[in-house]
């Protein structure tokens, strides 16, 4: 059911990091955009609107609390699950993340089983 | 004795006292100044007397860049606030000196403050004292800051590297990229329980600095200790059955619910469950007990049949990074963190840990207590 597949947007700046979402996503049936900085990421949203953006924090230049925020005031975007990525775990980092609303906070390194049943549960909630 | 006797007394006690004291005006004028005074300062009376302290033994402002002018003003307008005040002065040769004063006001016939009498200690050195150590602190805080943003930059950077191995690894240990034969899969194995265990190395070392740096608060909350240690169980279960070890649980009435952080007390009972595992041989036995000990703890033990503990090594079981030797430990040795992380989540609830073990070969019991309901005496 090749129409049924979800699309979920990586933005990640670091190339390991950003290939092991991707392969791990296509390898379970996602369909994957991605970009490697918030203003790729925000140009790619205004011609494509994904089920879940999966958002790293550290980002180059734009942060992903700025791009969080740029995506939450686009009322296109309103439907779609931002999932926060970050290898930052202290308590205060993670407070934060939630604090600034992201609909989850996944640290890194990535549990790839948890990561997709994570995302799953998203997209079917 | 004459009244003016006792007055000539007086005048001798304030002129041989051992301590700064002189008059002013409300304007600040010198009116008297004792030889105490005239030491100390370095101005011989009479050419103080008459003119005003600033300009004397008041700097116009003082190291800090105090306006000492202002608060000579200040003070001749609210004589009151000054009773007690420490300040910079300056002796004749240019050296600051810090002195405690007390001011006191003298009134004339209709109750108005005509003059401020003044008597001062030297407290230079005590203010040099307080100085040095507020500096001190300054810079271990600086230093203890320095020490915490290095831990969290550390461990960002690790965790960055460590997402490749151990993702990448488990993609190929899944064999979604294809099938492995066995000695792939044996290495494969390998890659990823070796960034697991570096992973938590990274996080053991996070926990106990945030201990030692009184960071570390506990998130209690409600939950059944009794099922907690029994799905502890089914974790070793697996590997328990492939090295032939049999587990058991003996948990008596009235262990249930209690009031602790939850995350704490499973990583605590996984680490003592792991240990048994780590050091008992095949064939062994590994359990749990579990009993409340009078109305307000409960005691947990985890027991093996395993090597056990040599009365040389029991100063070292709750050493940092130290870990026994033996060649019965299993393929992937602990961080070494383990059991003083332990020790230290137990005594932040309130309870002790401790261990029994009767030697070599004869096993080992590792108990803790907790209280029914953490942060309630």
Known sequence: MPDNKKTVMVVEDEPLSMRLTIDLLEMNGFNVLSCTDGCGALDMLSQNIPDLILLDINLPRMNGFEVYRKISEDSRLEKVKVVALSASVMREDEERIRAAGFDDFIPKPIDTKGLIKKIKDHLSG | MSGHGLEIQYEDLVENANSIIL??????????????????????????????????????????????????????????????????????????????????????????????????????????????????????????????????????????????????????????????????????????????HLLSLINDILDLSKIESGKMVLEPGDFDLKSLLEK?????????????IALSTGIEEGVGVIRADERKVKQVVFNLLSNSMKFTPDGGKIGITARKSGDKEISVCVWDTGIGIEEKDRGRVFSEFEQIDSEYSRKYAGTGLGMPLSRKFIELHGGRMWFESEGKGKGSRFCFTLPLSVGQP
Request: aromatic share 8%; net charge negative; proline share 2%.
């Open chain 2, 232 to 244: 502890s169980l089914v974790f070793i279960k697996e590997k328990a059955a492939k090295h032939g």
């Open chain 2, 23 to 196: 008059r002013m005006d409300m304007k600040g004028n010198v009116t008297y100044f004792n030889r105490y005074a005239e030491d100390f300062f370095g101005y011989r009376r009479e050419e103080i007397i008459g003119k005003n302290v600033v300009g004397t033994i008041v700097a116009p402002t003082d190291t800090s860049g105090r306006d000492l002018k202002a608060m000579m003003d200040d003070m001749a307008l609210h004589p009151s606030s000054y009773v007690n005040n420490e300040n910079e002065n300056v002796q004749r040769n240019g050296t600051r000196v810090w002195i405690a004063w007390t001011n006191k006001s003298i009134l004339d016939e209709d109750g108005r403050v005509r003059e401020i009498f003044c008597i001062g200690n030297n407290i230079t050195r005590l203010k040099q004292a307080e100085e040095e150590i507020l500096k001190a602190k300054e810079a271990a805080e600086s230093a203890n800051k320095a020490k915490s943003s290095f831990l969290a930059n550390m461990s960002h950077e690790l965790r960055t590297p460590l997402n490749a191995i151990i993702g990448f690894s488990e993609l190929i240990k899944e064999e979604g990229v294809g099938p492995l034969n066995e000695k792939q899969k044996e290495y494969i194995d390998y890659i990823h329980e070796s960034g697991k």
